[in-house]
């Protein structure tokens, strides 16, 4: 392992991931991008669906530089309760780089020892591991209880994220996950309300933990690019992000052809499941996108409506906020984020889960697009929460930082 690559006089941040990109990885780039106080390391586990933790790397985000990586002899399926080869990996870190603070950010090809360190640590609960085996709590609806009999019928539900231990391994996991956060000093963070609720209800434990809400907040700046929903022209509704089972391309696939007859359909940033259904329906294509090109994606299509068909409980969702910012009014499934997050009629809309729902909402924004347009002239006043607003909310939760620093915390409120 190599020495830092700056002063030593800023104290240091850890933060543990995966290596799958996505909401979690953004949301640790821009963390450590926006954080005037303190630098910041991230440690990855390296793996495949098959097996998540094969590898661990530790990176500094800002640079891009590799800094170490070890290659486990003992890979980690999953997640496991103690692993002591991930334990001595990372008091190797903590010690080596000064760790003041860990970000637990996913424990996905890790271990429970991070919790054994004796560190102040925060953890940010990006997704519904480990609790939840396959992450997005859903097995056909959202689920409202995970017992030893459900964890026996999803282990032949998911695709990915299938779970690979028997289901007696997840509830002895989820005891030891109990009792290692019982002990250590850990503040939770969840990005939206759904999230707390969703946990309280499948396992009353969570109701003892002090489960704080702060939003993640993004870095474009307000810009309107709303296309006017002028009449006499077909609407133009626009699906941004990566297309998965989970944000709802088996609907999509099924309801496209229905869809369309109603409006024309953007597929933006879709990356390769969207080629197939560009290629069969003619639809407005764009693979994929960084999160810099977005302004002028959005500039281009001029989209009228953004609509969200996820099938499972998000637990923030990135592509709402930037649809707000860009003043594109959003339309969602009642479920998760989107539910707890949309103001139905202020600030988006919402509607049921079923196929139909989405079909009777674009019928109804089609007949009602002076709604569409006053609703887009709301968003216009709206205020974009920033990725420095967010890192200050973490900041605000610590205790070992002293007060010199509080006084500036303040003073920004």
Known sequence: MTGKPWSAVRPTNLHLGHSWGGGLGRWVEDFAAADHYSENLVLESIGTYECYGIELRLSHPRSGRVLGSWVLEHPIAEIRAYHPECAAILTEVCETYGIGHIYVSSLVGLSLDVFRLGMPMTRIYHDYSPYCPAFFITRGEVCTSCSLDDLRLCKDWQTSHRPKNSPRYYLELRDELFEAVAAAHVAHVIPSLSVRQNLCRLD??????????????????????????????????????????????????????????????????????????????????????????????????????????????????????????????????????????????????????????????????????????????????????????????????????????????????
């Open 204 to 413: 009353s434990r969570f109701a003892d933990l002090e489960l704080i809400v702060i939003e993640h907040g993004i870095n474009h700046r307000p810009r309107d690019c709303f296309g006017g929903a002028e009449p006499g022209r077909r609407l133009r509704v626009g699906l941004l992000g990566i297309l998965g089972w989970n944000k709802g391309l088996d609907s999509l696939t099924r309801n496209l052809d229905t869809w369309r007859v109603v409006a024309d359909l953007h597929l933006i940033g879709s990356h390769d499941p969207g080629i197939a259904l560009a290629e069969r329906w003619g639809t407005q294509f764009v693979h994929n996108y960084s999160n810099d090109d977005l302004p002028a994606v959005l500039e281009e299509h001029r989209l009228d409506l953004a609509l969200f068909i996820s099938q499972v409980p998000e637990t923030f969702s990135f592509t709402l906020s930037e649809a707000w910012c860009h003043c594109v009014p959003p339309a969602a499934r009642s479920i998760g984020a989107h539910a707890d997050r949309i103001e139905h009629g202020t600030d988006g809309f919402l509607f049921g889960l079923e196929d139909s729902a989405a079909l009777d909402f674009l019928l109804w924004a089609d007949r009602e697009r002076d709604a569409l347009r006053q609703l887009a002239a709301r968003l216009r006043e709206k205020p974009v929460r920033t990725v420095e607003d967010a890192v200050r909310d973490y900041y605000r939760l610590r205790s070992e930082y002293p007060a010199e620093l509080k006084r500036s915390l303040e003073r920004v409120s």
